[in-house]
């Protein structure tokens, strides 16, 4: 097992433009959940999702957009990216039984110039 | 907001015992407290959880208090790798509101 995937691992990109960070898990898992770190400031949660077409909001949702088409894949979208959005993200995943952890990916360094 | 409450940095000598505290004082019956650390940059990894009981792995042991409002993470003997931020979660695991906070964690810092 890959665990959880993330990609890219760095990327840059001008105020304005858009993308979208991946994330994979091939552990069958039905949640999973978005990050950010930004120095200081510990993890803060973007959105999660307790399974495919179900997403909710985090504690900092603003400026990003999330789907949940299958359970492997949990995309996250920046349609008009903010130089405060210049962050570490993560990715996470886990099983939803009883007392699972959580599984994280290596993280994708942003920077918004 | 963060459900718990972790001071924000402790040393502690290589070799010797690492007591790492928590608060969780509104924690409901449900809830697990889960520990996690992360390493430099790293994505953070799990060491341990528990509901009520002292838990033991290979890579700590977790003393919660009778009244559920605190608990402390043990590290034996630390190394120099176990120099981390290390977040403690209270975690309804089952059913319930799945925002998972993490807030800012504690730097500990194993000098040699």
């Not at chain 2, 007591?19 to 924690?27: E, F, G, K, R």
Request: glycine fraction near 8%.
């Amino acid at each position: 097992n890959a665990g959880v995937t993330q990609t890219p691992k760095f990327q840059v990109l001008k105020t304005g433009q858009s993308m979208t960070l991946q994330c994979a898990q091939d552990m069958n898992h039905e949640y999973m959940s978005w990050y950010r770190q930004d120095p200081g400031m510990g993890l803060r949660l973007i959105h999660y999702s307790v399974g495919a077409g179900i997403t909710d909001q985090g504690e900092v949702p603003n400026g990003y957009n999330v789907s949940r088409s299958t359970t492997e894949d949990f995309p996250l979208r920046l349609l008009s990216a903010a130089p405060s959005q210049t962050s570490v993200y993560f990715c996470a995943s886990r099983d939803r039984g009883l007392a699972e952890k959580l599984f994280f990916g290596s993280g994708t360094q942003l920077s918004v110039l | 907001d963060a459900k718990t409450t972790q001071p924000p940095s402790m040393d502690c000598a290589e070799g010797r015992a690492a007591n790492l505290p928590c608060n969780h004082s509104t924690i409901s019956g449900n809830e697990y407290v889960y520990w996690y650390r992360q390493i430099h940059s790293q994505g953070p990894q799990y060491i341990i959880h528990g509901l009520k009981n002292n838990e033991t792995n290979e890579m700590a042991s977790l003393i919660i208090t009778e009244d559920r409002k605190s608990s402390t993470l043990i590290l034996p003997h630390a190394t120099l790798r176990d120099t981390a931020v290390y977040y403690c979660i209270v975690d309804p695991s089952q059913g319930g509101s799945e925002k998972l906070v993490f807030g800012k964690g504690m730097k500990l810092t194993v000098n040699p």
